[in-house]
């Protein structure tokens, strides 16, 4: 939902030379668009493992799905700049046999070969009634760990010989294994449990068998969850039988955006050796009951609350894509000169206004902040003074009549990017944005901002819990929350962060020396003494 302060009148007005003054951090270099994307993330990043069923008469179903669904995926990881987010790739297709379409092969940059695989698997025939077994699969699963295994080997012996050294920290560590079917899953789970219980799997990190359902629900008896929460039917005898190894099942409907969804879990960093964050929250006396905390020898101290939290991204920053299509997206939106559209076009001429569209109105408690990005922008009325004066106020009138309407009915607007009128991209295929737009509660003024489209979004285990906290555990949270001061209407202007010292401290330390530093001051010269003029008397 959108946060405004009702009274800004208190606060400075906002100018457009404020708006133009506005930097993007993006623009400075060696800065990173996402905390997320820092040289450190994404350093464990395992390899991948795709294993596709394309059994009849299964395949002939969901194969052009599954296909679609793969090519864009693919388009997208190997266009992502900054870290690699999948390092390595390879693909299996298993029918009267497993067959390795793609060996391991470097996602980053390598489109052409990965687009390859992706049509061979497309030229798969989908007719017939003959069903594999379930060895193939588990002979597809042990081939990749040994193809895994020899890809490693071969990196370790060539870095070690005068390479880059990324084959050592890819031997560092272990496959996932993805198995795509619309076989029945839980029974391939028990399959593929029995066939792999007594092989070598210690560079097998995890197993996913994904059902792809032709039913728009998942089967009965079966269960849809995310990919970043557990299986609930995961036993502990499989779990046995897997010698450690994390095996889950996930059951999706047949459509492009599900099959998407789950290959776009891939580029989550999955580094999970430490929480994220610490959240402090103040100090509280423990309970005086509490047995665990009671002293006998002085008063209780106060106990500190740390809650211990993991991050996760929700969309990838379109300043992650290349150059050449950022122009064209919403990249940075951080000032007026970000929302302009971009041209080719004389210094001294004014480009054209941005044109956006209004496709749909939406409730504004059905739009969820997380799919927002970037910063705002306040829209008002213009007091262009080329405008004619009737004009000005007939616009007007229509603004505020646009911001009443939708602040009576609670609406917000959604609205795309439209090509300037008469450009080139006007009559070719070109990419938009979208931005939501929400009325202020008190004033005739609207706030702009980015919202993310499905192929930037991606997806998030959103836990559903619909019971209360234990008694002792809210208890100790309100006290703790209790203690903190309240503000019923939140100012900005009253915080500081210690900015101005700190850049006067960097500005002042990376200052260039002047030229005379380090050299001895010269002597002054003697002042000449004035000659005398005749008659007249020296002194001294």
């Known amino acids: 939902m959108a946060c405004w302060v009702d009274d800004v009148r208190q606060w400075p007005p906002v100018t457009d030379e404020d708006f133009h003054k506005t930097m993007s951090v993006r623009n400075r270099p060696g800065s990173s668009p996402m905390p997320a994307c820092q040289p450190s993330a994404f350093s464990r990043q395992p390899p991948r493992v795709l294993i596709v069923d394309t059994s009849p008469p299964w395949w002939s179903e969901t194969g052009a799905i599954l296909c679609e669904a793969l090519d864009n995926f693919l388009t997208l990881a190997s266009s992502l700049e900054g870290p690699s987010r999948l390092p390595l790739l390879s693909v299996y297709a298993v029918n009267l046999q497993q067959e390795c379409l793609l060996p391991f092969v470097q996602v980053k940059g390598n489109l052409v070969r990965l687009r390859l695989c992706v049509d061979e698997l497309r030229s798969l025939p989908g007719e017939g009634c003959v069903r594999p077994r379930g060895f193939l699969l588990r002979r597809a699963v042990l081939d990749s760990l040994q193809q895994y295994r020899q890809y490693s080997s071969h990196h370790v012996h060539a870095g070690s010989g005068g390479g880059s050294g990324s084959g050592s920290k890819a031997s560092g560590t272990s496959v996932e294994v993805t198995v795509m079917t619309s076989q029945p899953g839980r029974a391939l789970m028990r399959e593929l449990e029995a066939g792999l219980k007594d092989s070598e799997l210690g560079s097998l990190r995890r197993l996913l068998v994904v059902q792809i359902s032709p039913q728009q629900q998942p089967m009965a008896g079966e269960q849809g969850w995310t990919p970043d929460a557990p299986s609930p039917e995961d036993s502990e005898e499989g779990m046995m039988l897997m010698l450690g190894t994390e095996m889950d099942l996930q059951v999706v409907e047949s459509s492009v955006v599900a099959v998407e969804s789950v290959l776009k879990a891939w580029l989550h960093e999955q580094a999970g050796e430490r929480e994220h964050l610490h959240l402090l929250l103040p100090r509280v006396l423990q309970h005086a009951s509490s047995p665990a ?24 920053s379109p300043s992650l894509l290349p150059s050449a299509s950022a122009p064209h997206l919403a990249t940075k939106a951080e000032s007026v000169r970000d929302f302009q559209p971009h041209g080719k076009g004389p210094a001294n001429h004014s480009p054209p206004p941005q044109r956006l569209r209004v496709v749909k109105t939406l409730h504004a408690d059905g739009v969820c902040e997380s799919v ?104 100790t949270v309100e006290n703790s929350l209790q203690s903190l001061e309240e503000d019923p209407v939140f100012n900005p202007l009253c915080l500081g962060t210690n ?34 003029t005749p008659g007249a008397t020296v002194l001294g």
């Open 499 to 532: 900015l101005y010292p700190h850049l006067r401290m960097r500005s002042l330390a990376s200052r260039p020396p002047t030229p005379t530093a380090g050299r001895p001051r010269p002597r002054p010269r003697p002042r000449p003494r004035p000659r005398p």
């Open 372 to 475: 927002l990005y970037g910063l705002p922008l306040i829209i008002r009325p213009t007091i262009c003074w080329q405008l004619d004066w009737d004009e000005i106020e007939t616009n007007q009138q229509l603004f505020h009549a646009l911001c009443h309407t939708l602040r009576e009915r609670e609406w917000f607007l959604l609205v795309r990017t439209e090509p300037a009128v008469g450009s080139a991209l006007a009559s070719v295929a070109s990419v938009s944005t979208y931005y939501v737009l929400q009325p202020s509660p008190s004033l005739s003024l609207l706030l702009l901002k980015p919202v993310v489209t499905q192929e930037l979004l991606l997806p998030c285990s959103m836990p559903d819990s619909n019971q209360d906290p234990p008694l002792s555990a809210l208890i």
């Open 293 to 316: 905390h009671a002293h006998a020898d002085g008063p209780r101290k106060p106990s500190p609350i740390c809650l211990k939290c993991d991050m996760q991204e929700r969309l990838l």
